[in-house]
């Protein structure tokens, strides 16, 4: 289907254990698109896998590391962070309420 209403469509939590991150995702042949959210004191544990991932901040206040990187990122609404492919990556929800973010991310490859 080439168009979609968030809110009509399944709430996933893609990696149980790995990431909190859930919410609803439209799946075509190489991109997955989601509208995800983590509640406050959550997050991902450092992982990896072989899929390029952009995540654009809407809501909230995200701590964000990436492997190679130098420090530690902060990210609030409006800031974009890119994970490149079988890159060891983590974030956590920090400040005072829930995080709500788009998560963009290669569906061409297992992960």
Known sequence: ??????????????HPGISTGHGPTAIGERIVFGRRYMEKGTGAKPHSHPNEQFLFVLKGCLRARIEGEDNEQILNPG??????????????????????????KDAGVAG
């Open 79 to 104: 800031h974009l962070m890119h994970v490149p492919p079988d890159v060891v990556h983590s974030m956590e929800v920090v400040g005072d309420g829930d995080v709500e973010y788009l998560n963009i």
């Open 1 to 14: 289907m080439p168009f979609y209403t968030f809110n009509e469509l399944e709430d996933i939590q893609h």
